[in-house]
């Protein structure tokens, strides 16, 4: 799937954000019960985000802390590397929140 996100990341860098968007959206629904799926929400609330479509790009953000927290049982039992991964995800919702009012 690693491979896949970086294809897609690399079609939004090209300009392609609504390409994007839709082969991610694909790739979600191919990988649903890998682990690492909330890489997949994380990118698209990136793309969303990009797009200024901010009430879906934190409806995707929000499923990737879902899934972080519902894989490792709670957010206190997440390793390290997904923690940083929350915390950053958790930062953005908070950022375009607090810009939308």
Not at 12 to 40: C, H, M, N, R, V
Not at 45 to 57: I, L, P, R, S
Not at 61 to 76: F, I, Q, R
Request: hydrophobic residues 40%; negative net charge; without cysteine.
């Amino acid at each position: 799937m690693e491979t896949e996100l970086n294809e897609i990341n690399a079609i939004f860098q090209s300009g392609e954000p609504k390409q994007a968007i839709a082969e991610i959206q694909t790739l979600i629904e191919t990988y649903s019960t890998d682990d690492g799926i909330y890489k997949a929400y994380d990118n698209l609330g990136d793309y969303f985000n990009f797009m200024e479509q901010y009430v879906q790009a934190v409806e995707a953000w929000t499923n990737a802390l879902k899934l972080l927290e519902d894989n490792a049982g709670s957010v206190t039992n997440l390793k390290e590397g997904k923690l940083i991964d929350w915390m950053n995800i958790s930062l953005r919702i908070a950022r375009v929140l607090h810009r939308q009012g």
